[in-house]
């Protein structure tokens, strides 16, 4: 699974950029150490970090280098590793980044004796360019030419060269077919890149896709081990996915020959359209057969679990007893034994504490010792081991490391990540200690909870209604005083909450001649603490109709925007609270409501003339928009402000939407 991520990150952001860090030797070969020196940064800072990721042929190795201060300078070193053929680099601290190129990496190649770069970085970057930074195109277009300069047959950046030449309307998608045609029947060097290459444009262009689909069964044939079907399993997945006949001719003609990793994306892309379609008996017997093929694979217990799920709606004795078999197999599998732990939790706590310790001795992932701490918290019992545990967890869980874990997220996203982890730790934390009677712990514990969630910015429910227990427990009135207008988010209708808030400013001030008005200025504080500043990309929507509408023609309008999907229970059941914000803002020209889903538009049309749904309705087949705004779950809020910044997001369904998009559309239209 590792191997596949770093295949997908490849194309997350790699440039020689003109205002790089120059390296020395300005040329570093194999085995060399090479060195940087920084005369200071943007900021300043006492512990920057370089964040630095060597390519080789097989995945990328991450190390973190720690400054070293040398008089007014900044000095960091690495030994290149024998199998590099690229450095990619960018310094920050803990709280902002404070040298890279516009928040992605700096790189130089790896060169060989001769001089030659052993690979330019240009064409990964321009793949980062086609997608969310379209904006960019002319540099990506000059950084393209120069990968072709350097290895004129690099089919896959000749393919990306047309498509920028597609796009400015310098040239036609049968004009790249004949091109294509032309040099697959000249069988070149690299044919085996060019087939590939080519394979991944007919299969995206409309007029060619019955010729894609018989070159992707000869590259199946030819090469069923290719490292390129994990690199374009995207584009494949798009493609099978149109109609039950490409999938068909998919599974027939082209994923029985595939082998290793290519057979295990073949899996994963199959086990996808399952999923989407809901088909359980296809799900169990794809998720069979791929423990068969690979027993030792890290999505082993992901398949499980995704095969179960669909089997059971919920957990029973039979799920139970055939995650047992499973656990006999995997004994160490973290998600596994969490799994049987929370079935166990309220049935015998005795069994469930193995399954729970087994979990969180084995992961490496600091949600695990939350999840027994919060069991420990509700059964009242194993508090002084729980706490332990999550202690430890806290501890663990550093920026360096994420920094390790994922290196090819955006710093503020990586940072966010980090932050929400903490805050979560810390919640359950806060709640362990209460449970456990130390209320001034605890009210601590929750309080540093509330400034990370404040920092990232972000908002979580349960935490605040943990704090209104504890706060009143404690007698703490400023706590409870954050907790009661943290909680008014969700509950604004509420006039006990309210009430409660009355009263303590009634003590604050002696009266409440000007309560309504400092009501309202800290719902606004609250509001505005979420904000994300996140400037939005001119992106193209497409109708149902088939019509282009671009991002740049809401500017001056609020932009509300629901990513869903017909198949996602979830979606449907906020539709009619999405209807009745729609209808509470009908009228106004200075908000406009959303729906983007990733499916065919005749899908979206038939269950529109079934469904009132009154968002306006668009549809992202390639998935490039979900990518862009990194939709991780459906549904998933947006909000945008009329500067056409991104202001408020949120994935996963959550209770009372509609309130907290209206809290959020109505502080927008304030400022």
């Not at 070193?77 to 928040?103: C, F, H, N, R, W």
């Not at 503020?412 to 932050?419: F, G, N, Q």
């Not at 539709?575 to 200075?590: C, T």
Request: glycine share 4%; proline share 5%; with cysteine.
């Amino acid at each position: 699974m590792f191997k596949k991520i770093l295949l997908l990150a490849l194309i997350a952001g790699i440039l020689i950029g003109a205002q790089a860090p120059v390296p020395n030797p300005e040329k570093p070969q194999a085995g060399q150490k090479v060195s940087w020196k920084i005369k200071g940064f943007a900021y300043e800072s006492e512990n920057p970090r370089m964040l630095l990721v060597a390519y080789t042929p097989d995945t990328a190795l991450v190390q973190i280098i720690p400054g070293r201060p040398s008089q007014d300078e900044w000095y960091f070193s690495y030994t290149v590793p024998q199998e590099a053929t690229i450095l990619t680099y960018k310094i920050e601290d803990d709280e902002k980044p404070l040298l890279d190129d516009d928040g992605v990496f700096f790189a130089t190649p790896v060169y060989d004796s001769s001089g030659k770069p052993r690979y330019d970085a240009s064409r990964s970057y321009a793949t980062l360019y086609l997608g969310p930074l379209a904006d960019r195109g002319d540099r990506a277009r000059e950084l393209v030419e120069l990968e072709l300069k350097h290895y004129p047959t690099n089919w896959e950046a000749l393919v990306f060269l047309r498509r920028f030449e597609l796009q400015a309307g310098e040239t036609t998608e049968a004009a790249i077919a004949a091109e294509l045609d032309f040099l697959l029947a000249a069988e070149p060097d690299s044919l085996e890149a060019l087939r590939f290459a080519a394979m991944e444009f007919f299969i995206a262009s409309q007029g060619f896709k019955d010729k894609g689909e018989e070159l992707m069964a000869l590259c199946a044939e030819t090469y069923p081990e290719n490292s390129r079907w994990t690199d374009y399993q995207n584009s494949i997945y798009a493609f099978i996915s149109e109609t039950p006949q490409r999938l068909g001719e998919y599974e027939r003609a082209v994923f029985p020959l595939l082998k290793g990793d290519a057979r295990e994306t073949g899996y994963f892309l199959l086990m996808t359209y399952a999923l989407a379609g809901r088909r359980e008996q296809r799900v169990e017997s794809l998720a069979t057969d791929f423990i068969k093929e690979f027993p030792r694979s890290e999505l082993a217990s992901a398949f499980i679990i995704t095969m179960l799920q669909v089997k059971y709606e919920q957990p029973t004795v039979l799920w139970a007893a055939e995650m047992i078999e499973w656990q006999k197999k995997y004994p160490d599998d973290p998600e596994i034994n969490i799994q049987l732990a929370e079935y166990y939790r309220d049935r015998s706590w005795k069994t469930a504490l193995g399954y729970y310790r087994n979990a969180v001795k084995n992961s490496d992932d600091p949600k695990a010792a939350a999840r027994f701490a919060e069991a420990a918290a509700v059964k009242g019992k194993n508090f002084a081991e729980a706490s332990k545990y999550l202690k430890k967890a806290i501890t663990e869980t550093t920026a360096d490391r994420y920094r390790k874990l994922l290196w090819w997220r955006d710093f503020s996203e990586r940072r966010a990540m980090l932050l929400e982890t903490q805050a979560t730790l810390y919640t359950t934390l806060g709640w362990l200690s209460f449970k456990y009677g130390k209320y001034e712990d605890a009210l601590g514990e929750l309080l540093v909870a509330d400034s990370l969630l404040t920092s990232i910015p972000d908002y979580e429910e349960e935490l605040y209604r943990r704090l209104l227990t504890v706060s009143e427990k404690a007698g703490d009135l400023a706590a409870r005083q954050i907790a009661l207008l943290n909680i008014m988010l969700v509950e604004p209708e509420d006039r006990t909450i309210q009430k409660a808030l009355q009263d303590i400013y009634l003590l604050d001030h002696g009266d409440i001649e000007d309560f309504e008005e400092w009501l309202h200025a800290e719902e606004l504080k609250i509001a505005l603490r979420r904000r994300m500043n996140v400037p939005v990309p001119n992106f193209p929507l497409l109708t149902l109709a088939g019509d282009t509408v671009y991002a740049s023609e809401f500017v001056g309008k609020v932009v509300v925007i629901n990513f869903w999907a017909t198949w996602c229970a979830p979606c449907k059941e906020e539709i009619p609270k999405l209807n009745q914000l729609v209808r509470d803002y009908q009228g106004r020209d200075d908000v406009v409501f959303i729906g983007i889903s990733s499916e065919e538009p005749q899908t979206v049309d038939s269950f529109l003339d079934a469904n009132t749904f009154l968002y306006e309705a668009y549809i992202d087949p390639s998935g490039t928009i979900s990518t862009m705004f990194e939709v991780s779950a459906i549904p998933t809020h947006t909000v945008i402000d009329a500067k056409g910044m991104l202001q408020f997001h949120y994935a996963g369904a959550i209770p009372n939407i509609d309130k907290i998009l209206a809290m959020e559309i109505n502080s927008l239209l304030e400022e």
